[in-house]
């Protein structure tokens, strides 16, 4: 198969933090591409490189000529852009080459197969703004298919879907007709959409590890890939320690002679640093302690008879219920069923129409919000996880910036950087920091 874009030798790093550094890669025509990796480790960067709308610090990326390529970004666009009815943001990018009177027409055949104005789906006049989140991703996975790309590179386009808008995008992807990328952290999705995944990891030599087949067979190839590499350093280990004996017990060991083994043992012990570090990059975790302010009262939220409609349709009536101390509760729903209302209505954010909520006496009720709102993207790191730059107050101790943010799985060096430049993860994370400093 012919390929449709490559890169070689690629390096990216922002200051002294490098994402990857000779990576090289091929996307065949008609694959099925699915891109995974930690959260930060340069997945939505490497996609704007494919896409050209960033540039690396080294190599190069090819992309065989007269491809339209079309790039979803993880943040949709809609975000800034003023209110307009639905139908009209599916026109602006629609494909160049419809005439005017067949826009329309398409755009509404398109905006119908993605359930737009069909059941439960919203009207197709309905301004953007007022559409739930994922109805916002199905629109924007809607117009990035009018402009009938040949390479389509998605960023994380299942954030927000429930499930039917998984099955949508699925049976989509499944009779496309054009090579795909998509960055995903949804394994049932990965196992289904795609025939390659490659994995951006720096606990790899080149930075990825790719395997063909699915998310299944990808996880086999890299067990695989992992017991080799820890017999590997096991053999490397011991042959270091010989090394180091030897060293230690020949005095002639300085001689002239011995000089080529020495540089050897030298490089043999960096090599097994580098495949040790690489090795222990894969356990890096956030613990994070919600055991909340130990309050005993008994009813934190009492839920009676709430109803709530949005114009005149009903989101939700008659829901009662008491959350307590150490409640977990899960909330599942269509996109666009009133979940986010419903979470706004139990914190007190919006009044219901029917019914009442009852919260106990001094409750802090704290909302990690869906669209990532509250964060000011222009604002630094170092501020947004403590007002004050320096001193975080955590159940009445001082803790300093850069421990608190290394919690949090920052690096020291990322305190300056603005908010907006965060990987979608990272930013999660600063919600999450914030959450647990406010001691809910
Ligand atoms: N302009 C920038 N300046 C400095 N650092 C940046 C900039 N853009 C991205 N980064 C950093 O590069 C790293 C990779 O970001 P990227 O968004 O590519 O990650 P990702 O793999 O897509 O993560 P996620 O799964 O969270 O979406 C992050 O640590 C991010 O903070
Ligand atoms: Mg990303």
């Known amino acids: 198969m012919p390929v449709i874009l490559s890169c070689r030798e690629l390096a990216k790093s922002y200051g002294t933090h490098s994402l990857f550094e000779d990576l090289s890669l091929g996307i065949e025509e008609g694959s099925r591409v699915g891109l995974i990796g930690p959260n930060g480790s340069g997945k939505s960067t490497l ?14 990326r090819a992309v065989a000529s007269g491809t339209r390529m079309v790039y979803l970004p993880q943040r949709d666009e809609f975000a800034q852009a003023e209110p307009e009815a639905v139908i009209v943001a599916a026109l602006v990018e629609s494909h160049p080459q419809w005439e005017d009177h067949q826009r329309d027409t398409h755009a509404r055949a398109m905006l119908g197969r993605a359930g737009f104005g069909e059941g439960d789906g919203p009207a197709i006049d ?3 703004d007022t559409l739930s989140g994922g109805w916002r991703k199905r629109l924007a996975i809607t117009r990035a298919l009018a402009q009938e790309p040949d390479l389509l590179l998605m960023d994380e386009p299942t954030n927000h879907l429930d499930l039917e808008g998984i099955w949508w995008l699925e049976a989509l992807l499944s009779d496309a007709r054009f090579t795909y990328v998509v960055v995903s952290h949804d394994r049932f999705f990965l196992e289904r959409a795609c025939d390659r ?6 606990m790899y030599p080149g930075g ?19 017991a080799n590499q820890k017999s590997r350093q096991e053999s490397l280990d011991n042959r270091a320690r010989r090394e180091i004996e030897w060293l230690r017990s020949n005095p002639a060991a300085q001689m002239k002679k011995s000089r080529a083994r020495i540089k050897d043992a030298g490089s043999l012990l960096s090599d097994l640093s580098a495949l040790k570090s690489r090795n222990s990059a894969q356990d890096r975790r956030v613990d994070i ?22 114009g005149d349709r009903a989101l939700f009536s008659g829901v009662e219920m008491t959350l307590s101390p150490g409640t977990r509760l899960g909330l599942l729903g269509l996109n666009g069923s009133g979940k986010t209302t419903f979470l706004k209505v139990l914190a007190g954010q919006l009044p219901p129409d029917v019914g009442r909520i009852k919260h106990a006496t001094g409750l802090k009720v704290v909302i990690f919000d869906q669209k990532r709102e509250q964060l000011d993207q222009k ?16 159940r009445g101790r001082g803790i300093h910036i850069a421990s608190w943010a290394k919690r949090f799985l920052f690096d020291p060096q990322q305190l300056d950087l603005e908010v907006g430049k965060l990987s979608g993860g990272e930013q999660a994370r600063v919600l999450i920091a914030n959450l647990v400093r406010r001691d809910a």
């Open 208 to 226: 990825h590890f790719a395997a063909s087949g699915g998310y299944s067979t990808f996880l086999e190839k890299r067990a695989e890939f992992a």
């Open 197 to 202: 995944v490659i994995e951006l990891n720096r």
């Open 47 to 60: 996609l704007r490189i494919f896409a050209g709308s960033e540039q690396p610090d080294e190599g190069e």
């Open 379 to 394: 604002q630094t790191l170092r501020l947004a996880l403590c007002p004050t730059g320096q001193t975080v107050v955590y």
């Open 289 to 310: 302690d919600f055991s909340g302010t130990g309050r005993r009262t008994n009813d934190l939220v009492v839920v009676d008879g709430v109803g709530k409609k949005l």
């Open 126 to 128: 309905q301004t953007v």
